[in-house]
């Protein structure tokens, strides 16, 4: 699981570095930052930023395809529904019950993981910021200009 998951990562990652734009890379190198800045601020952060919702899907699809362990023996939380399921016969009630953790386990994950974006990515949160103000302005600006129209005629 982890290789097949780690593959994507790494596709997912390279989608990434690649969108970042040659003309990027190249006004970088003429203002004079090292190989190192290059990668890391204006290859590596903007490109993270893009992909890390497809990041965090991935790391969400390899936590609900973990139940596919339970094929091998291992103890997760299908394997232990399996366990309850034989020795109570309810199998619906323990199915329904699996499910509902797998479903609060996902939202719990997409939460952590919205906030530690919301953290890590700054840019982001002010950019949001700023067409939200965009967004109030632009009613204003509509009734200031109907105003003038209606003062002068």
Same mark, same amino acid.
């Given at each position: ?14 989608? +990434?570095?690649? =969108? ?7 006004? *970088? ?54 366990? #309850?399921? =034989? ?12 499910? *509902? ?10 939460? #952590? ?32 200009? #109907? *105003? #003038?129209? +209606?003062?002068?005629?």
């Amino acid at each position: 699981m982890v290789i097949n998951i780690a593959a994507y990562a790494a596709e997912i990652i390279r989608a +990434g570095l690649e =969108s970042v734009p040659r003309g990027q890379i190249e006004a *970088a190198e003429c203002l004079g930052l090292s190989k190192w800045r290059i990668g890391w601020h204006v290859m590596l952060q903007p490109s993270i930023e893009k992909v890390y919702p497809a990041l965090t899907s991935q790391f969400l699809l390899m936590m609900q395809a973990s139940a596919m362990a339970s094929q091998i023996s291992a103890e997760e939380l299908t394997a232990i529904a399996n366990t #309850v399921q =034989s020795d109570t016969f309810r199998s619906l009630e323990t199915y329904i019950v699996v499910a *509902a953790l797998y479903l609060v386990l996902s939202l719990f994950i997409k939460l #952590v993981t919205w906030a530690l974006g919301e953290y890590m990515f700054r840019r982001r949160r002010v950019v949001r910021r700023a067409a939200a103000q965009a967004g109030k302005a632009q009613p204003v600006a509509q009734a200031a200009h #109907v *105003a #003038v129209q +209606g003062g002068a005629a």
